[in-house]
């Protein structure tokens, strides 16, 4: 009986197999080939019935190796879609490229060209592909290939034939709509009152992305229809009944249904600040009284990275006088204009040769400013979800000493109408944007410049960036407030070395303390180690600023300073850079170091921790205080927060203006005759191998 059902079992499982087997279509090895990022790739079409599986097995290679070869590969392929398999195994029967100083540009092929009527022709230039001519042309791949019969790899200078686009056939309720530079499926499905995913099934090769140019099929007329209806609240009562998921917001929940924020609030009076998953919703119904007009023209939002652009709603007249109050803005929609210089232009080809010769990251330009860019991004989406209105404009603007983009900007008439202009971020370009605020009126930010000058003579621009001079002045003042009635060493190493720092310190400190007397300096390269330990007193607290970066001076006077720390109850002040040299980190730890930056990070608090997982989830990166991400956080989101509470006036109001921020808490101060300059920066301590932001810091 046991042998009956192992033979039994045993049939079914090869008649399983053999059924797999028998549904899994042949693969056809493709002869096209193309060499991209530096390795020959066949052009496969997918037919229907074949998987992953088989087409390893045709081409000889692994799945792994073809899923490598194609990262935007969906989980379940369909008939045409084209994926691209590595050439392995028999390299020798694959035409090569060869180095660039061994290439032989053939302008003209073997076989002519026939130009067929309702067609052109097109000459190959250098790095051109398959895929390069298809988005140029809006023709599928596979339609350019049928075309050009014979013709496999493209060379410099061969002539292919590129037929006239198809045209697209008739449906019944649906008209062609032609897709705009930077439009997306999420804004054209809002637009036209459909999902993305019905927007899709009306035309199923938007499954492999939008392209500008293409036309699509959507609804003849705008439907109204919402996401995720539920049955009325109660009949007639014109709303919807949402139910909150996790990770929504009202902000995404507003732009679902196609009405404002403003009308979701009215119908809830009592929704808190934050929203909770399962939380229950009243939406107005698109069309009812307390949403849009059925008459209004749909507008289309732009997107950058993916999100949509915050838009919602129509523009109110403002008076344009700040009154510092909170709350005495008016509502409207605000402009704001980010120049960041992106180098787009570096970033328009796609490199095919040898792949041990492409650049690190770091190396291309357009990736240098990424990172504000993005932390700039996230404190947008928070600005949206506390309900303030801002139409986001981004252009790439100048980088160097060019002006080229700058102008051109400039020369947009939209440019005028901004609330905020944040950038651009290289002197050559912002002295020009500066010149163009103050005409307009129009508050302009600069992020990067510490130079006081920028803000003479121009009240509407604002320097984010400490000046030397008042960072130091701060420091002097924070330090002072903590060691009150302290003595206070300023050392330099020698007469040169940081000479204008140490001048800024003696001064700041004899000021804050209020007794010149209580503040001494010390010429270490005159005096030595006497001469330093001469200025310290036994039974009060010393404070000794040593203004030095000498890597080798530096750990030889810690362990000193270590040796006599009790004796002489001892802080020691110094420089940023001391953390990456190399000595023992107890003599720090010992001799209770203080810092000064006007950039700070402190980890431990919640806001950071919030703002970090945000960016990693949002960017697939970590967010670094040196590559921006946190400054252009807390800029936007101050000047914002700024904009929408005060209105357009608002830089009347900056300098009593407090937002803690993630690494700086802005403290601006209005030159006499000019703009504003930010004066805050943190001094932090270590504390049981921890930085510690010392109280007082402004």
Known sequence: MALKRFLFLSLLILLAVSGLKAQETTVRKSEIIETYKGRQHYIHFMEQGQTLHAISKAYGVTIEEIKNSNPDMPEVL??????????????????????????VVKPAQEKPVQVKQGGTEHIIAPKETWYALSR??????????????????????????????????????????KVQPQ????????????????????????ENGLRAGEEIYVPESPQQTAVKQDPPAKTGDGYIRHQVERKETLYSIARHYGVEMADILKANPGL???????DILLIPRPGSVTAKKENETPRVDSVVLGRPVFEEARPAPFSGNADCRPGAAEKRVFNLALLIPFSLEEADSVYTGDPMRLKQPSEYRSLDFIQ????????????????VDVKVHVYDADAGEGLTKTRRILANPEMQKMDLIIGPLFAKGFETVASFAAKNKIPVINPLSQRSGIIQNNEWVVKVQPSNSAGYDNAARTIVRQYSGANFVVMRRNGTENALMAEAFL??????????????????????????TARLKAGQPNVLFMLTG????????????????????????????????????????????????????DYTRPEVLRFVEKFR???????????????????????????????????????????QGLSNDFRFFKQEGGGYENSSLSVYRLNNFKREVVKGTE
């Open 136 to 177: 140029q042309y809006n023709i599928p791949v596979k339609e350019l290939i049928a075309a050009n019969p014979g013709t496999d790899t493209l060379r410099i200078g061969m002539k292919v034939f590129i037929p006239e686009p198809k045209q697209a056939e008739a449906k019944p309720g649906y008209k062609l709509y």
């Open 183 to 206: 439009e997306t499926l999420y804004g054209i499905s809002l637009a036209y009152g459909i999902t993305v995913e019905e927007l899709v099934r009306i035309n199923p090769g938007l």
């Open 617 to 659: 989830e949002r960017f697939v990166s970590e967010p670094e205080l040196s590559r921006y991400a946190f400054l252009g956080y807390d800029l936007t989101a101050y000047f914002l927060d700024a904009l929408s509470t005060f209105g357009p006036g608002f830089l009347n109001c900056v300098p009593d203006f407090k937002r």
């Open 272 to 278: 808190g600040a934050t929203l909770k998953k399962n």
């Open 78 to 103: 369909r008939a045409n879609e084209v994926i691209m398999v590595p050439v392995m195994g028999n390299a020798a029967a694959v035409p090569t490229e060869k180095p660039k100083e061994q290439q």
């Open 550 to 601: 000498d890597k080798a001076l530096i750990p030889a006077l810690m362990r000193r300073m270590n040796d006599v720390r009790e004796k002489y109850d001892l802080t020691v002040v110094g420089l940023t850079d001391w953390e990456d040299m190399e000595m023992d980190i107890n003599y720090l730890q010992n001799v209770n170091a203080h810092f000064f930056t006007p950039w700070f990070v």
């Open 372 to 387: 504000f860019y993005e932390g700039a991004l996230i404190a947008l989406d928070d600005a949206a979800e506390r309900g």
């Open 507 to 532: 001064n700041s400190l004899r000021r804050h303390a209020g007794n010149p007397a209580a503040v001494q300096e010390v010429n270490y390269s005159k005096e030595q180690d006497a001469g330093l």
